[in-house]
């Protein structure tokens, strides 16, 4: 059967030279020539000219030697040609080809420069940055990172009395005398001047369509979980209310666990080659977290979902991220996320994989968006958007929904959304028409 290491053609062709030049750049494999694509042996007319041809043309392309083979079955000849793997890139007329599952790709842009540092045995988060120094940092990440490390007891407070300068060299984030591309990200304050589209991008919808409201993460990625799940729990996500005795319980949608994980997972793992954040759309019924990244070279969906050691993206952003506590390195974030989500009692969460993006999403209970109904105020607290907007109607109860959209920054169609919502609970009246009339918070 054809897969990532086998492939058989009935008659040679010079294009499948590239199905050779993948198998050298991935994990080696076979090519039979002489066998149709159902397995069946049909055999080589010209075998002898090409046992003299086939290892000179490879030689010449592309200057790699493979093992060529005679096999037989049923009286029937064919063509073996073995491929090993290169610890160096191999091209074809100048392409880079690679195997992907059954198929041959060819590498352009960002993927071949990941191909190429990866051979060269670096990954892009360590490629050396000229010009900057680490009296350019603001103190602000760092102590972040040394709060984490001895919260989470990765790290003594012995061990972080050191300067930034020692702590970054220490974390592997320096390139002799040029901090990497990791540092930057992980701990300079304006990450963006050097990794454009370094941030998160939040957005609440009506609809697939309707955008409503929107924020921007933009900090230090090893600040960046904190400032998320802050965000998003404040103004996204409204929880239900209970008590256990005297103790108010507040249970939120999505648990904070499996969300936090999930962002710290698109953080680690993102191809920021790309240029574009990570977005997070919040929907009435469901939140979607997208990110542009990949699968680890040879690794199916399957692979994904099942046990695996831990293959991030960028092992030098994983490695701050694993001392500061805030990750494991035991390849769990998949399964930690369905148990949070189980042990609410909330739907497992789903997935969608495409070449180039990964995307989680989470199914919200209640569905925050529909209409509430009497008892909303039984049910739910106020979010942030809500109180601001209860606040500006107390100290100006005739100002127009546009007017409050301008003051706390969102679109009048947000403050129309949360109005509608504190009418339904009962928080707010209308005095009078839309022009003329004014606010009565109950």
């Not at 076979?30 to 010209?46: C, H, M, S």
């Not at 005398?177 to 001047?193: C, G, I, M, S, V």
């Amino acid at each position: 059967m054809e897969n990532q290491t086998t492939e058989w053609k009935e008659n040679w062709h010079d294009e499948y030279m590239r199905t050779i030049c993948a198998f050298a750049n991935t994990s080696g494999g076979v090519l039979e020539i002489g066998r149709r694509d159902d397995g069946k042996i049909t055999g080589v007319a010209n075998i002898a000219k090409l046992l003299e041809d086939l290892p000179n043309k490879i030689k010449n392309a592309m200057a790699i030697i493979v093992d060529i083979d005679v096999r037989e079955q049923e009286g029937i000849k064919y063509v073996v040609v073995n491929v090993g793997t290169y610890p160096f890139p191999i091209s074809y007329h100048g392409v880079y080809y690679i195997r992907s599952g059954s198929t041959t790709q060819e590498l352009t842009g960002s993927a071949l420069d990941e191909f190429i540092l990866r051979k060269q045995g670096k990954t892009w988060d360590g490629i050396p940055v000229p010009y900057v120094k680490v009296d350019d940092f603001e103190s602000d990440a760092f102590k972040t990172f040394r709060k984490k490390a001895i919260e989470s007891t990765r790290l003594t407070k012995q061990d972080l009395e050191i300067t930034d300068e020692i702590l970054l060299k220490n974390l592997r984030l320096t390139d002799g005398n040029y901090l990497t591309k990791a540092a930057l990200l992980l701990f300079h304050q304006d990450p963006e001047n050097w990794v454009p589209g370094a941030y998160v991008k939040i957005g609440m919808f009506e609809n697939e369509a309707d955008l409503i409201y929107q924020h921007e993460v933009h900090c230090p990625l090893i600040m960046m979980p904190d400032r998320v799940m802050e965000i998003v729990y404040l103004n996204y996500f409204k929880g239900i209310i209970s008590y256990e005795g005297i103790q108010r319980v507040e249970t939120y949608p999505v648990p904070h666990s499996a969300f936090r994980e999930a962002i710290i997972n698109a953080i680690v793992h993102r191809d920021y080659s790309t240029g574009n954040p990570i977005h997070i759309h919040v929907y009435p019924d469901k939140v979607l977290i997208y990110n542009d990244g990949r699968l680890p070279q040879n690794w199916t969906v399957e692979d994904l979902f099942s046990q695996h050691t831990s293959r991030p993206y960028n092992p030098l952003i994983a490695g701050a991220f694993f001392r500061s506590g805030q990750i494991e390195a035991w390849g769990r974030g998949i399964a930690k996320i369905t148990e949070a989500c189980e042990s609410w009692g909330k739907q497992e969460p789903f997935y969608r994989i495409r070449p180039n993006e990964v995307m989680i999403g989470f199914y919200t209970e209640p569905k925050f968006g529909e209409k509430f109904g009497e008892k909303f105020g039984e049910k739910f607290g106020e979010n942030e958007t809500q109180a601001k907007i209860l606040e500006i109607m107390r100290q100006n109860p005739a100002i127009s929904a546009k007017a409050i959209g301008e003051e706390i920054g969102i679109t009048t169609r947000g403050v129309e959304k949360s109005i509608r919502e504190l009418k339904t609970a009962g928080k707010i009246e209308r005095i009078g028409a839309a022009k003329g009339g004014h606010w009565v918070i109950k």
